[in-house]
């Protein structure tokens, strides 16, 4: 896609998503749990979750398809809650594309301009610029089995975006597409977003494509959004275990918070037990949680403090780093020491001791 | 030097074995299909007695106004079937797979009975239900003081044929809407559109491909069949004229053979015109992430108008079994609404004098059907897991018998085996085996389908998995082949020994004496007269719960076979 310059024409006016306090249930299922989540105009949004999560659901809850037993939904302020999918006035893209296959990519694209009555000239301009904006006013006259996978998504997007809606909807928009191709248009789909202003909410389950091109993401599940912040934001300070697991590595270590007077030590299972730096917040029923990079490996014994003594179970040499997998007591955690050339690296079975940095350590419930 | 040559001939080839099952399929195959089909154009477009090439039989064709009219006869019929049928189909197909509703199992199930009854059999119970004196008009004249000319002429044949071959519609565009990726429906609706202009914009042309599949399978049934229009007594019509031109004046005037031609070329036409239409747009609806259309829940009046529709129209497409059920309990049926006194009569009679036709029933159509996964199997075989030279010829020339109507196929059987004697002196043709011939050559296109199948769904890998442990081809195609594919053989033998029970167009040419003809051609010498209406429907029932046991079977077996597939997994 060429930086070309946006006329007025696709430019939709931004507007914002307030869902609030959604139940949604198959049967005696819950899917939403009292689901509330804002998005701004403009933004850039995903609901990024495992499969099973309740994201589709939410978006589809957003597009109509889906009805909830109770809340409601906003769109630039107005209540949707009630209309039908065809009069709500925000666009889809499919995972599948569903591009109609009776249909040059044209008709495709001219479909909803179609049925929106538009002028017969109009339609056809706004059709050839939505073509080229997504750079296939080339093929316009193809039918959507002769394209590949990557055309049948850019006429699937130009398809949506041609309408102007007020929010635009990308469920898993690059599961279809191969390795090569994800990052291309994932870039692709996050300049288009930029260039038109659309706000945009997207469904994945890719935590790297939600970090690389979304502003603030929604870590779904078990049909409950477990945080929302920018992608920094949830790796650096993580509500809960399942957000700090899912996106990113992170050790996981069980124990206990004791307090004696005014200071505080969290002691593991194996009874091991670290001082907890004075101007950290900890729930009761905390674990203690660090990622694979905030720890050292040292062939010293002892130390005390917040080392600990252990054995290498296996190691992947990962290029920059090395990848340690280590036991302590009757855990399991994962270490990455920088490489540099000429180090030694420890082999297997070897003893060690893991020191961990517990500044950037975190104490978190479920 | 000869190694040097062999092996590459091997490789393309197959094995030697492989080769002469080629070599015997293709040598049945060229009897029994392409010499009888070639013979009928040959003699249409040569001179009698000297064999010199001309078109005059067929200027002679053109000149005749009985021709002419009974071409333009057909073509009125086929199209007008195809038209009533999918008044009866669409609704019932539309209704069934796009809302939630109650009994859509049932109805699926009831569409599809008419098909299993010989069309012929009910042309006589809807006479007696609509026609001029039928129930309904002799209730409507009484009542109102008029009648409805359902049942006159062509308008009869169409009645008819519509109600008996709708289901062929009904179940195409059923799959194929059901097949319709529910996101296709959807973005329609993201994008703005709804209710009827979905329908015509989106799910119909979606749909289309199921349609026309069906509809033309309509058209050349109708036009290729025989014995229902001679049942009704119209006998302007092209697939009646060959046939009474080849009974009446021999198999030495051209016209029988001119109209067959016309037959063919008319059939060939058609599919032509539907592939054609098919091949065009490229429908790969079936798409990941979806799941068949959404089903809507009706509001009640709503609902309540589509319990009307249904329920009038299998009424109306029911009606011929419920005839023929109480014209075999009926001791007289006439100029009444319903008959006047009951009887088991009739059963005793086909049970007794008439039960060799059922006998040559089971035979023939059983002995067809074996010939039918036998040559479907091996071709099937041939096709998927050989890379012999002209394999492809030989699945072309198994489903052209597709392209070949019954008519045509029973002139040629006459013309071409008349001269050719049997030990006893009497001409081949005679032989009852033509019959059985004649029946696995019409249903042979069905039963490879069936077969190619059932093989595709097999993984190569288990074949190579028992001869990377020793077992020979040949082996392997007994100890694994066939055993996974047994569901998919049955299930095809069972559909080609249902249909084959049923066929009349050929078996009419060939049957040469009573005590050779199978029940469909019994029930097509009873049907003729007032008197042996009663056994005739009684036969007629018989037939209808062979063909409705095996359908029931075959559907049981294919569930079966695929539950078990399934459990594999």
Known sequence: MSQTVISPSLRATAAGVRVENVNLAYGSNPVLKNVSVEIEPGEFFAFLGPSGSGKTTLLRLIAGFNKADSGTVFVGGKDITDLPPWKRDVGMVFQSYALWPHMTVQRNVAFGLEERKVPRAEIKARVAKALDLVGLGHLADRRPSQLSGGQQQRVAVARTVVVQPKVLLLDEPLSNLDAKMRVQVRRELRDLQQRLGLTTIFVTHDQEEANTICDRIAVMSDGVIQQVGSPMELYEHPANLFVANFLGSANILDGSVLTEGAARAFQLTGGIRFPIPASASVPTDAKLVFRPQDASIGSTAGGGGNALSGVVMHREFLGSVVRYAVRIGDSDIIVDAPFRSGDALYEPGASITVRISLESALWLSS | ?569
């Open chain 2, 1 to 569: 030097m000869a190694l040097a040559i062999a092996r590459p001939l091997g490789r393309l080839l197959a094995s030697p074995g492989q080769a002469a099952l080629a070599g015997v399929i293709a040598l049945f195959l060229l009897l029994f299909l392409v010499v009888p089909v070639t013979t009928v154009i040959y003699v249409a477009f040569t001179e009698k007695g000297t064999g010199v090439f001309t078109l005059i039989n067929f200027v002679d064709f053109f000149r005749t106004d009985l021709f002419v009219n009974a071409f333009w006869n057909s073509i009125y019929v086929s199209t007008a079937t195809v038209l009533v049928a999918s008044i009866f189909a669409l609704p019932l197909a539309y209704i069934t797979t796009r809302f939630s509703f109650r009994g859509a199992v049932l109805i699926q199930t009831l569409g599809f009975l008419p098909l299993i009854m010989p069309p012929f059999a009910g042309a006589v119970a809807m006479q007696l239900l609509f026609g001029r004196n039928g129930s309904v008009n002799l209730l409507l004249d009484d009542w109102f003081g008029f009648k409805i000319g359902l049942m006159e002429g062509l308008n009869g044949v169409v009645f008819v044929q519509a109600v008996h071959y709708f289901p062929f519609i009904l179940v195409n565009l059923s799959a194929a809407l059901r097949n319709i990726d529910r996101s296709m429906e959807e973005a329609a609706q993201n994008l703005g559109c709804s209710g009827f202009r979905l329908f015509r914009r989106v799910v119909f042309p979606l749909a289309l491909p199921g349609y026309v599949a069906g509809a033309s399978l309509v058209f050349v049934k109708v036009f290729d069949d025989l014995a229902t229009p001679l049942l009704l007594n119209v006998k302007d019509m092209l697939a009646p004229q060959a046939y009474l031109r080849v009974t009446s004046i021999g198999i030495a005037d051209p016209m029988g053979y001119v109209i067959a031609v016309v037959l063919i070329v008319v059939s060939v036409l058609a599919m032509w015109a539907s592939t054609l239409t098919l091949s065009s747009k490229d429908y790969a609806t079936v798409q990941r992430g979806g799941g068949g259309l959404a089903k809507r829940t009706l509001r009640p009046w709503e609902s309540a108008v589509a319990y009307c529709v249904v329920g009038l129209i299998l009424a109306l497409v029911l009606a011929p079994h419920l005839g023929l059920l109480l014209l075999s309990f009926a001791t007289v049926w006439s100029f009444s609404p319903l008959p006047d006194a009951y009887t088991f009569a009739h059963y005793a009679r086909v049970f007794g004098d008439s039960s060799v036709y059922i006998k040559n029933t089971l035979v023939y159509a059983s002995l067809a059907a074996l010939i039918d996964v036998l040559i479907g199997g091996a071709i099937a075989y041939l096709i998927l897991r050989t890379k012999l030279i002209g394999r492809q010829g030989l699945d072309w020339a198994a489903s052209a018998a597709l392209a070949v109507p019954g008519v045509v196929l029973g002139i040629g059987y006459l013309r071409t085996f008349y001269d050719v004697p049997m030990p006893d002196g009497r001409p081949l043709a005679t032989f009852w085996m033509m019959i059985v011939l004649a029946l696995a050559i019409r249903r042979l296109p069905y039963a490879l389908r069936a077969c190619h199948a059932a093989l595709e769904q097999i993984s190569v890998s288990l074949e190579e998995a028992a001869e990377n442990l020793g077992a020979t081809k040949m082996r392997t195609v007994r100890r694994v082949v066939v055993p996974l594919m047994t569901g998919g053989i049955l299930a095809g033998f069972i559909s080609s020994f249902a249909t084959a029970a049923v066929e009349l167009s050929a078996t009419l040419m060939l049957v040469q004496s009573n005590s050779d003809a199978p029940l469909a051609y019994g029930l097509y010498v009873l049907m003729q007269s007032p008197a042996g209406r009663g056994p005739g429907a009684a036969l007629g029932v018989i037939a209808v719960i062979l063909v409705a046991i095996c359908t029931f079977l075959s559907h049981v077996v294919i569930e079966r076979s695929q539950r078990a597939k399934g459990a594999l997994h």
